[in-house]
C-alpha cells in the first residue's frame, strides 16, 4: 500500500503536477423537521408536493419568519469546527430564474454570513497519529434549497416538486487546503462525521441531505494557484474523490497539450465517472445579490451563545483522545469514533463498566464482523450495550473463555438471549477444574507420544497444538490460563 | 333612515350601537351606492354578500356579545390585501382571476374587529404609479371635477387611487391603502380625505402583495382624523408572520386624540419650498402654520438638507427590491401562463411576464434589474443605501428641535387623466414630499386643507417622530378643525 502521507503528484509530460481542492459542502439541517424560513416538514421521499407551505411556493404576499432552530443548529455546528460566531449576519437574495425556485431568488448569506472562519484536522492514516493535516473553513452560512424539477413525468412538459424548496442547508465553504483525492475523502468523512456528533445534519449523501461542490485545479508543486472548475452537486464521498482524480488528469492533460482550464461549472457523471461542462463563465448568472428586505439582520445574544455551546456534545477528536487515555490503541480509538453511532454505543459500552482496551478489541474485532456479516449499522446492532457488557463481564471474571464468548455472542445475535443465560442454560461456563483438565491432558499426551517426544527434542511450537487438542477435548470450556500452567507441568 | 353613507366610522358606530339603525341597513346603502358609482370604476370586485353577512354578525351581537371596535362598518379593500377566496390582483394582469386561500393579517384584523368588505379597491399595478393610471382595470376616475365647468376626467391620485375615490364618492366610509412613496397621502390629498401611513412594522405585511418590502406599510384612508385613528387601531399589531412587524402593544390613538398642541414644535423645512409649486400650495401651508400656531404650538424652521435626494434615492431602492419581489410571478405555480409554440422555459418567462405586467411595471423591474446589477450595484444601489441613512438622520437632527413637521402633501392638485402619462418622471415628482417619510419609516398624514383656485382638495401633510402616530394624528385633528373642510365632490356620477 502506497504511503498516505506521501505528497499526491499526477505525472505529465512535462513533470509532476500538484492538485488544489476545495470543497463547499451543502448539508441540509436535519435536526429540525421544518423549512429554514416556514414551518412546512421536510421528511425526504414524501409525495410530490406534499411539504410545501404558502411561504413555499412564494404565493403573493408571503413573508419568511427564521426558524431559531435552523440558526441553532449552524451555529452548534460552526462551534464544533473551531470556528468564529458571528454575533451579527443577515441573509442576502440571490436572484435567478429558474422553475424550481418559487420566489425567484434564494434566500442566502453572501456579505455577512452566520459563521466564519474555522478548521477540521483530518487524519491521513488512521494508525498514524502524525499524519494529521488542517483544512481550513472558509465560512458557513445558511440558505434555502430549491426544488426539484421532474423531467419523466409528462412526454413534452416537466413536472416541479417543491417538497425540498426552501430547506434549510448550510453551506460549508473549505480553504482550497486539500491536495490529493485521498484529502478530500478524508476532508469529507470527517465534517460528515461532527455534523452527525452535533446532530445537525444525519450527513446522508444518498438521500442528499448532505452534497459537495468540488472546486478543483492543478499548477507545478508550490507554483502559482492554477485556474479552477467547480464540479456541482457531488452526492458521495467515493464520487468526490473520482471528481479530483479525473478533473486534475484532465486540466494537467489539457494543459500539457497546449491548452487552457476555463472556468466553469461542470457536472458528475457517475456512471462514467467523469465531468463535462454545464456552464461557462461567460453564461454565469449576475446574481443580483442585496440583502434581503423581508428579513432582519440576525443579532445573537450571549445566552443564545452560551446555550449552543454548553449543547454541544464531546466530538470526534476530544473523544480520541479520551479512548487513548484509557489505554484504548489510537487504531482502534480512531475506528471508534469515526461515526457517531459507534462512538455513542461505546460509551454506553463503557458505562457498564467494562475494560475500555478489552472492550474496544471486542467491539472492533469481534461485533463488527459479526455486524458485518448480518449486513446491519451498530445503530441496529441486536446486541444492546448493556448485553455485550455482561458478556465481556463473564469473560473478565473467568465465567467463560474468549471462545466460548464468540459463541454466546452469535446467540445472542441470533436470538437476542441474554449471555449469562446463555451461559447457564446452555453449560458453557468456563472451567478451571484441574482434575477435569488433567485427566484430559493426559490422555492427549498418552495419544500422541510421538509429538510428545518431538516437543521434548525442541519443537517448542508443538505447544500450541497441545494446547489446542486439550481445549477441543474440554468443548472450548477449558479456563486457557489453567490449561497453559498443566500442560508445561506435566510436560517442562 | 336615510344617507347612512354620509356618515362617519364613528357616527355609525355610535348610532349603530345606540340603536338608531341597524349594521345591515349600512351594509345596504353602501352596497347600493356601490353598484350605482361603477362610473369611477374604484372597485374592481364588488362583494355586497360579505358585507352583509358581517353586518348580520354585528347586528346578532348587538343584542348580547361583546362588538369589535368596527362591528357594522363595511370597508373598501385595495386589492393588493390577500382576500380569502376573492380576487386579489394587485391590478395587474399576471395575477389576473387569483383567489388566494389565506387572508392578509390586517384584513382579519379588521373583520376581527367586525368589519365587513364592500369589495375590492382598484389600484395602481402592484401599487406603482400615483395616478392610478397603470391598472390592468383601467383608471379610477375622481369623483371630483375642476369648478371651471369643464368634465374633464381628473386622477384620483395613486396608487390607492380606488380607495380615495370611494371613500370622497361616499362609496367607502373608509378603506384600506399601503403606502411605499406616498401612495395613501397623495390619493388623500387629491380627493379632500384623510390617510395616515403608520410607522414602518406598526401594520403586518403578511398577506400584501409586496412592493418594495422596506418601504411596505399599510394604513387607512377615512373621511376624518377620528375615522383614521379607530381604524389604524383596528389594522396595526405585531405579526409574528412578518419579521419586520414590530413587537409593540397599539396605543389607544382615538382615546389619545387632543387638539391641543401647547407645548408641540411643529418644523417648517426650508428644502421643501420647491420651485413650480403653485401658489396655491404656498399659501396652503402658510394657512396651515397659523392654524398649527392658533393650536399651542410653537412654530420653528427647520432644515432637511439631503430632501433633494429622496426621490432619486427612492427611485433606486423601491424599484431594485420590486425587480426581486416580483420574479416569483413566473407563471410556474399560478397566475397567467403564457406557453409560446415550441418554446422553453425561458420563453414562457418572458412571454408570461411580458404580457402579464404592465408598461410601468416593467420600466421598474428593468430599472431595479439594473442597479442590481454587477458593476453598477456600488454607484447606484450601495450608494442608495448611504444616502436612505442620511435622510434618517436628517430627521433624527430636525427632531432635536421640533416635534412635528408640516408640509404640502404633494406639489399639485389632482391632474387629469393621460396628462402625465407620457412622462414617467413628472409622474414621479408628484412623490416629492411624501418619499423622504417613507424613507425614514416615520409616521405621516395627509389631512385635508381646503380647495385650490379650480375648486380642488389639497392636502397638509404631517411628519412624526417614530411610533409617534398620536402626535401626527393630533395635529391633524388641529387642523381639521380649523380648516372646516366641508366640500365634497357634486355627483355627475
Same mark, same amino acid.
Given at each position: 500500500?502506497?504511503?498516505?502521507?506521501?505528497?499526491?503528484?499526477i505525472k505529465?509530460?512535462?513533470?509532476?503536477w500538484?492538485?488544489?481542492?476545495? !470543497?463547499?459542502?451543502?448539508? *441540509?439541517i436535519t435536526?429540525t423537521?421544518?423549512?429554514?424560513f416556514s414551518?412546512?416538514?421536510?421528511?425526504f421521499?414524501?409525495?410530490p408536493?406534499?411539504?410545501?407551505s404558502?411561504?413555499?411556493?412564494a404565493?403573493?404576499g408571503?413573508?419568511?419568519?427564521?426558524?431559531?432552530?435552523?440558526i441553532r443548529?449552524?451555529?452548534?455546528?460552526?462551534m $464544533? &469546527?473551531?470556528?468564529?460566531?458571528?454575533?451579527?449576519?443577515r441573509?442576502?437574495?440571490?436572484?435567478?430564474?429558474?422553475a424550481?425556485?418559487?420566489?425567484?431568488y434564494?434566500?442566502?448569506?453572501?456579505f455577512?454570513?452566520l459563521? @466564519?472562519?474555522?478548521?477540521?484536522?483530518?487524519?491521513?492514516?488512521e494508525?498514524?497519529?502524525?499524519?494529521?493535516?488542517?483544512?481550513?473553513i %472558509?465560512?458557513?452560512?445558511? %440558505?434555502q434549497?430549491?426544488g426539484?424539477?421532474?423531467?419523466?413525468?409528462?412526454p413534452?412538459?416537466?413536472?416541479?416538486?417543491?417538497?425540498?424548496?426552501g430547506v434549510?442547508?448550510?453551506?460549508?465553504?473549505?480553504?482550497?487546503d486539500?491536495?490529493?483525492?485521498a484529502?478530500a475523502g478524508?476532508?469529507?468523512r470527517?465534517?460528515?462525521?461532527?455534523?452527525?456528533?452535533?446532530?445537525s445534519?444525519?450527513?446522508?449523501?444518498?438521500?442528499?441531505?448532505?452534497?459537495?461542490?468540488?472546486n478543483?485545479s492543478?499548477?507545478?508543486?508550490?507554483?502559482?494557484? #492554477?485556474t479552477?472548475?467547480e464540479?456541482?452537486?457531488?452526492?458521495?464521498?467515493r464520487?468526490v474523490?473520482?471528481?479530483?482524480?479525473?478533473e486534475a488528469?484532465?486540466?494537467?492533460? !489539457?494543459?500539457?497539450?497546449?491548452?487552457?482550464?476555463? *472556468?466553469?461549472t461542470?457536472?458528475?457523471d457517475?456512471?462514467r465517472?467523469?465531468?463535462?461542462? &454545464?456552464?461557462?463563465?461567460?453564461?454565469?448568472?449576475?446574481?443580483?445579490?442585496?440583502?434581503?428586505?423581508?428579513l432582519?439582520?440576525?443579532?445573537?445574544?450571549?445566552?443564545?451563545?452560551?446555550e449552543?455551546?454548553?449543547?454541544?456534545?464531546?466530538l470526534p477528536?476530544a473523544?480520541?483522545?479520551?479512548?487513548?487515555?484509557l489505554?484504548?490503541?489510537?487504531?482502534?480509538?480512531?475506528?471508534?469514533?469515526?461515526?457517531a453511532?459507534?462512538a455513542?454505543?461505546f460509551?454506553?459500552? !463503557?458505562?457498564?463498566?467494562?475494560q475500555p482496551?478489552?472492550?474496544?478489541n471486542?467491539?472492533v474485532a469481534e461485533?463488527?464482523?459479526?455486524?458485518?456479516?448480518?449486513g446491519k449499522?451498530?445503530?441496529?446492532?441486536p446486541?444492546?450495550?448493556?448485553?455485550? @457488557? %455482561?458478556?465481556l #463481564?463473564l469473560?473478565?471474571?473467568?465465567?467463560?473463555?474468549g471462545?466460548?464468548?464468540k459463541?454466546?455472542?452469535?446467540i445472542t !445475535?441470533?436470538? @437476542?438471549e441474554? $449471555?449469562?443465560?446463555?451461559?447457564?442454560?446452555?453449560?458453557?461456563k *468456563?472451567?478451571?477444574?484441574?482434575?477435569?483438565?488433567?485427566?484430559?491432558?493426559d490422555?492427549?499426551l498418552?495419544?500422541n507420544?510421538?509429538?510428545?517426544?518431538?516437543?521434548?527434542?525442541?519443537?517448542?511450537?508443538?505447544?500450541?497444538?497441545f494446547?489446542?487438542?486439550t481445549?477441543?477435548?474440554m468443548q472450548?470450556?477449558?479456563?486457557?490460563?489453567v490449561?497453559?500452567e498443566?500442560?508445561?507441568?506435566? &510436560?517442562? | 333612515?336615510?344617507e347612512?353613507t354620509?356618515?362617519?366610522?364613528?357616527?355609525?358606530?355610535?348610532?349603530?350601537r345606540?340603536?338608531?339603525f341597524s349594521a345591515?341597513?349600512?351594509?345596504?346603502?353602501?352596497?347600493?351606492?356601490?353598484?350605482?358609482?361603477?362610473l369611477?370604476?374604484?372597485?374592481?370586485?364588488?362583494?355586497?354578500?360579505?358585507?352583509?353577512?358581517?353586518?348580520d354578525?354585528a347586528?346578532q351581537?348587538r343584542?348580547g356579545?361583546?362588538?369589535?371596535?368596527?362591528?357594522g362598518?363595511?370597508?373598501?379593500?385595495?386589492?393588493?390585501f390577500?382576500?380569502?377566496g376573492?380576487n386579489?390582483t394587485?391590478?395587474?394582469r399576471i395575477?389576473?382571476d387569483?383567489?388566494?386561500e389565506y387572508?392578509?393579517?390586517?384584513?382579519?384584523?379588521?373583520r376581527?374587529a367586525?368589519a365587513?368588505?364592500?369589495?375590492? +379597491?382598484?389600484?395602481?399595478?402592484?401599487?406603482?404609479?400615483?395616478?392610478?393610471?397603470?391598472?390592468?382595470?383601467?383608471p379610477?376616475?375622481?369623483?371630483w371635477?375642476?369648478?371651471d365647468?369643464?368634465?374633464?376626467?381628473?386622477?384620483p391620485?395613486?396608487s390607492?387611487?380606488?380607495?380615495?375615490?370611494?371613500?370622497?364618492?361616499g362609496i367607502a366610509?373608509?378603506?384600506?391603502?399601503?403606502?411605499?412613496?406616498?401612495s395613501i397621502?397623495q390619493?388623500a390629498?387629491?380627493?379632500?380625505?384623510c390617510g395616515?401611513?403608520?410607522?414602518?412594522g406598526?401594520?403586518?405585511?403578511?398577506?400584501i402583495?409586496?412592493?418594495a418590502?422596506?418601504?411596505?406599510q399599510?394604513?387607512p384612508?377615512a373621511?376624518?382624523? /377620528?375615522?383614521?385613528?379607530?381604524?389604524l387601531?383596528?389594522?396595526?399589531?405585531?405579526?409574528?408572520?412578518d419579521?419586520?412587524?414590530?413587537?409593540?402593544?397599539?396605543?389607544?390613538?382615538?382615546a389619545?386624540?387632543?387638539s391641543?398642541?401647547?407645548?408641540? /414644535?411643529?418644523?417648517?423645512?426650508k428644502e421643501? /419650498?420647491?420651485?413650480?409649486?403653485?401658489?396655491?400650495?404656498?399659501?396652503?401651508?402658510?394657512r396651515?402654520?397659523d392654524?398649527l400656531?392658533?393650536?399651542?404650538?410653537?412654530?420653528?424652521?427647520?432644515?432637511?438638507?439631503?430632501t433633494?435626494?429622496a426621490?432619486?434615492?427612492?427611485?433606486?431602492?423601491a424599484?431594485a427590491?420590486?425587480?426581486?419581489?416580483?420574479?416569483?410571478?413566473?407563471?410556474?405555480?399560478?397566475?397567467?401562463?403564457?406557453?409560446?409554440?415550441g418554446?422553453?422555459?425561458?420563453?414562457?418567462?418572458?412571454?408570461t /411576464?411580458?404580457?402579464?405586467?404592465?408598461a410601468?411595471?416593467?420600466?421598474?423591474?428593468?430599472i431595479?434589474?439594473?442597479?442590481?446589477?454587477?458593476?453598477f450595484?456600488?454607484?447606484y444601489?450601495?450608494?442608495a443605501?448611504?444616502?436612505?441613512?442620511?435622510?434618517?438622520?436628517?430627521?433624527?437632527?430636525?427632531?432635536?428641535t421640533c416635534?412635528?413637521?408640516?408640509?404640502p402633501?404633494?406639489?399639485?392638485?389632482?391632474?387629469?387623466?393621460?396628462?402625465?402619462?407620457?412622462?414617467?418622471?413628472?409622474?414621479y +415628482?408628484?412623490d416629492?414630499?411624501?418619499?423622504?417619510?417613507?424613507?425614514?419609516?416615520?409616521?405621516?398624514?395627509?389631512?385635508?386643507?381646503?380647495?385650490?383656485?379650480?375648486g380642488?382638495?389639497l392636502g397638509?401633510? +404631517?411628519?412624526?417622530?417614530?411610533?409617534?402616530?398620536?402626535?401626527?394624528?393630533?395635529a391633524?385633528?388641529a387642523?381639521?378643525e380649523r380648516?372646516g373642510?366641508?366640500?365634497?365632490?357634486?355627483?355627475?356620477?
Amino acid at each position: 500500500m502506497a504511503d498516505a502521507t506521501a505528497p499526491f503528484r499526477i505525472k505529465g509530460e512535462t513533470g509532476e503536477w500538484e492538485v488544489v481542492i476545495g !470543497l463547499e459542502v451543502h448539508a *441540509q439541517i436535519t435536526a429540525t423537521a421544518s423549512k429554514l424560513f416556514s414551518g412546512a416538514a421536510t421528511a425526504f421521499g414524501a409525495e410530490p408536493n406534499t411539504q410545501v407551505s404558502l411561504i413555499d411556493a412564494a404565493m403573493p404576499g408571503m413573508l419568511p419568519v427564521p426558524n431559531r432552530e435552523c440558526i441553532r443548529q449552524a451555529v452548534r455546528t460552526g462551534m $464544533a &469546527l473551531d470556528a468564529q460566531i458571528n454575533r451579527w449576519s443577515r441573509f442576502d437574495r440571490k436572484n435567478y430564474f429558474y422553475a424550481d425556485l418559487p420566489q425567484g431568488y434564494q434566500i442566502s448569506q453572501l456579505f455577512h454570513p452566520l459563521v @466564519g472562519e474555522g478548521e477540521v484536522e483530518i487524519l491521513l492514516d488512521e494508525k498514524d497519529e502524525t499524519s494529521g493535516k488542517r483544512v481550513g473553513i %472558509e465560512r458557513i452560512h445558511v %440558505e434555502q434549497d430549491a426544488g426539484k424539477l421532474m423531467h419523466d413525468q409528462h412526454p413534452t412538459m416537466s413536472y416541479v416538486d417543491l417538497n425540498r424548496a426552501g430547506v434549510a442547508l448550510m453551506e460549508i465553504v473549505s480553504r482550497p487546503d486539500m491536495r490529493s483525492p485521498a484529502e478530500a475523502g478524508a476532508y469529507l468523512r470527517k465534517l460528515r462525521a461532527i455534523l452527525r456528533y452535533v446532530g445537525s445534519c444525519d450527513g446522508n449523501m444518498e438521500e442528499g441531505s448532505m452534497r459537495a461542490d468540488v472546486n478543483v485545479s492543478v499548477r507545478k508543486p508550490g507554483g502559482e494557484l #492554477g485556474t479552477r472548475t467547480e464540479t456541482k452537486n457531488v452526492n458521495s464521498v467515493r464520487f468526490v474523490m473520482q471528481v479530483v482524480d479525473y478533473e486534475a488528469r484532465r486540466q494537467v492533460e !489539457l494543459i500539457e497539450e497546449g491548452g487552457a482550464v476555463a *472556468q466553469e461549472t461542470r457536472l458528475f457523471d457517475p456512471d462514467r465517472g467523469t465531468t463535462r461542462t &454545464l456552464r461557462s463563465k461567460e453564461d454565469a448568472h449576475d446574481y443580483r445579490y442585496f440583502p434581503d428586505p423581508d428579513l432582519l439582520p440576525l443579532e445573537l445574544d450571549d445566552a443564545f451563545i452560551e446555550e449552543c455551546r454548553s449543547s454541544l456534545p464531546e466530538l470526534p477528536d476530544a473523544k480520541r483522545k479520551r479512548y487513548e487515555g484509557l489505554g484504548i490503541t489510537p487504531y482502534n480509538a480512531s475506528v471508534l469514533t469515526a461515526e457517531a453511532e459507534t462512538a455513542r454505543w461505546f460509551d454506553a459500552l !463503557l458505562e457498564t463498566g467494562a475494560q475500555p482496551s478489552q472492550a474496544a478489541n471486542w467491539v472492533v474485532a469481534e461485533l463488527f464482523g459479526a455486524l458485518n456479516r448480518l449486513g446491519k449499522g451498530i445503530e441496529e446492532s441486536p446486541i444492546s450495550p448493556a448485553q455485550a @457488557g %455482561e458478556l465481556l #463481564g463473564l469473560v473478565a471474571d473467568g465465567t467463560i473463555s474468549g471462545s466460548i464468548a464468540k459463541q454466546v455472542l452469535e446467540i445472542t !445475535l441470533e436470538t @437476542g438471549e441474554e $449471555a449469562a443465560e446463555i451461559v447457564e442454560k446452555r453449560g458453557l461456563k *468456563q472451567t478451571s477444574d484441574t482434575g477435569a483438565i488433567d485427566s484430559e491432558i493426559d490422555k492427549i499426551l498418552e495419544a500422541n507420544a510421538d509429538k510428545v517426544a518431538d516437543y521434548k527434542s525442541g519443537k517448542q511450537q508443538l505447544f500450541g497444538f497441545f494446547v489446542g487438542q486439550t481445549m477441543k477435548a474440554m468443548q472450548g470450556k477449558a479456563n486457557p490460563q489453567v490449561v497453559n500452567e498443566r500442560l508445561r507441568a506435566k &510436560l517442562d | 333612515m336615510s344617507e347612512l353613507t354620509s356618515l362617519t366610522i364613528a357616527q355609525l358606530r355610535d348610532g349603530f350601537r345606540g340603536g338608531d339603525f341597524s349594521a345591515r341597513e349600512v351594509a345596504e346603502q353602501y352596497n347600493a351606492a356601490v353598484a350605482s358609482a361603477r362610473l369611477l370604476n374604484a372597485y374592481t370586485v364588488e362583494t355586497p354578500d360579505d358585507a352583509l353577512a358581517a353586518a348580520d354578525a354585528a347586528d346578532q351581537a348587538r343584542g348580547g356579545g361583546e362588538l369589535g371596535s368596527l362591528a357594522g362598518i363595511p370597508l373598501g379593500i385595495k386589492d393588493l390585501f390577500a382576500t380569502r377566496g376573492v380576487n386579489t390582483t394587485a391590478g395587474s394582469r399576471i395575477l389576473k382571476d387569483f383567489k388566494p386561500e389565506y387572508e392578509s393579517t390586517v384584513t382579519a384584523n379588521l373583520r376581527k374587529a367586525g368589519a365587513g368588505m364592500l369589495g375590492k +379597491l382598484n389600484m395602481d399595478e402592484f401599487a406603482m404609479g400615483s395616478s392610478n393610471e397603470t391598472s390592468t382595470y383601467g383608471p379610477v376616475i375622481s369623483p371630483w371635477r375642476r369648478s371651471d365647468g369643464g368634465n374633464a376626467a381628473l386622477a384620483p391620485g395613486g396608487s390607492s387611487g380606488g380607495s380615495s375615490a370611494a371613500v370622497a364618492a361616499g362609496i367607502a366610509p373608509a378603506a384600506t391603502g399601503t403606502d411605499t412613496g406616498g401612495s395613501i397621502r397623495q390619493p388623500a390629498a387629491f380627493t379632500g380625505i384623510c390617510g395616515i401611513k403608520p410607522t414602518y412594522g406598526r401594520c403586518s405585511r403578511w398577506g400584501i402583495v409586496s412592493f418594495a418590502s422596506s418601504l411596505d406599510q399599510a394604513g387607512p384612508m377615512a373621511r376624518t382624523v /377620528r375615522d383614521c385613528a379607530i381604524m389604524l387601531e383596528a389594522m396595526a399589531g405585531f405579526d409574528p408572520k412578518d419579521s419586520t412587524s414590530l413587537d409593540l402593544p397599539v396605543p389607544k390613538w382615538e382615546a389619545g386624540l387632543s387638539s391641543d398642541l401647547k407645548g408641540k /414644535r411643529v418644523g417648517i423645512p426650508k428644502e421643501y /419650498r420647491i420651485d413650480g409649486v403653485p401658489a396655491d400650495i404656498g399659501a396652503l401651508w402658510d394657512r396651515g402654520i397659523d392654524w398649527l400656531r392658533d393650536a399651542g404650538a410653537e412654530v420653528v424652521e427647520i432644515s432637511l438638507p439631503h430632501t433633494k435626494y429622496a426621490l432619486p434615492t427612492y427611485y433606486i431602492i423601491a424599484p431594485a427590491e420590486a425587480s426581486s419581489n416580483l420574479a416569483r410571478y413566473d407563471g410556474v405555480r399560478y397566475g397567467l401562463r403564457e406557453t409560446p409554440e415550441g418554446g422553453n422555459l425561458d420563453a414562457m418567462y418572458a412571454a408570461t /411576464r411580458a404580457s402579464g405586467f404592465g408598461a410601468e411595471v416593467r420600466r421598474r423591474i428593468m430599472i431595479g434589474t439594473y442597479v442590481l446589477s454587477a458593476g453598477f450595484y456600488d454607484a447606484y444601489f450601495t450608494k442608495a443605501q448611504k444616502v436612505r441613512t442620511l435622510i434618517k438622520q436628517d430627521f433624527e437632527k430636525a427632531f432635536e428641535t421640533c416635534d412635528l413637521i408640516l408640509t404640502p402633501t404633494a406639489p399639485s392638485a389632482a391632474f387629469g387623466l393621460g396628462d402625465k402619462t407620457a412622462d414617467p418622471l413628472s409622474m414621479y +415628482l408628484n412623490d416629492v414630499f411624501a418619499v423622504p417619510a417613507s424613507l425614514a419609516g416615520l409616521p405621516a398624514m395627509s389631512v385635508p386643507g381646503g380647495l385650490d383656485e379650480q375648486g380642488l382638495p389639497l392636502g397638509l401633510h +404631517l411628519i412624526g417622530r417614530e411610533l409617534d402616530e398620536q402626535g401626527v394624528l393630533n395635529a391633524g385633528l388641529a387642523i381639521e378643525e380649523r380648516a372646516g373642510f366641508t366640500a365634497k365632490p357634486k355627483r355627475w356620477w
